[in-house]
């Protein structure tokens, strides 16, 4: 993909801001109530996480942003795992800001999925449900279950060692879907893997994630990655969002350099003068004139 996109300053006729349509009613009605409504505000000393990630039912947003930009810290913050200096996090309508993380109806899918070493696959996706008070053949039958749907029936009683990169990424999944989650989060799922395994982890985990009825979050700084599996775009850079929308929406009119290198494009600002746009000149002081 390549080309040229121009950002105007000042105009009073600009286009609809991305994201808008995501909350806007649909044909005959109100629009859905969100399942995930977050405000993050986390003070860290020098960086300063601020902003609000919502999801509907159904729905998998990607935070996309370059490293530092927040988006692990938002993940973290989402899971409890970190305390927000203020806002909250409202699942279903219901705060759960000061639940503590045991009790969140969340499942995690971290980034090296952390796997317990000592256990097998089908112990690893009983876990959760044996902390939450499931009895331990219900819990069995269960992790045996979502094991079948992900295709590693074979693998139950094999322990995380003896598992490809691909295997232990769907046993990560499993165990996150094993506690039943309104809400699903996944921190750079296919980071861990070669180029190869990555393309046929990426087609099931799209799948699976169109399946579930829940709001998903997805954390990754790869611009493909977000573009297959999300059906929102939300971009974070220096701690607060600076563009979201569909994928297709935040390719063709990126905000910022950052989103139009992604998508490889040249973003030229300028201000708008009725059917003219005057762009600033790269690097020198005087400006071009385009016609539009």
Known sequence: MGGDAVSTEGDTARREEPGAAAEAAPCGGA?????????????????????????????????????????????????GLQPLSSGRVLLEGRDITAEPVERRPIGVVFQDYLLFGHMSALENVAFGPRCRGTGRTEARALAAELLADMGLEAYAH????????????????????????????????????DAHTRVEVRAGLSRRLHDFDGAAVLVTHDPLEAMVLADRVTVLEGGGVVQEGPPAEV???????????????????GERHGTSIEVDGAGENRAAGVRI
């Open 31 to 79: 629009a859905a109530e969100p399942v995930l409504d977050a405000r993050l505000t986390v003070d860290l000393g020098r960086f300063r996480l601020d902003a609000r990630i919502t999801a509907g039912p159904g729905e998998v947003v990607a935070l996309l942003g370059p490293n530092g930009a927040g988006k692990s810290t938002a993940l973290r913050a989402l899971a």
């Open 158 to 193: 094999t322990r995380p060692r003896r598992l490809s990169g691909g295997q232990a990424q769907r046993v990560a999944l499993a165990r996150a879907l094993a506690v039943r989650p309104r809400l699903l989060l996944l921190d750079e799922p296919l980071a861990a893997l």
């Open 251 to 269: 390719a063709r009119y990126p905000r910022t350099d950052y989103v139009a290198r992604l998508v490889g494009l040249n973003l030229y600002r």
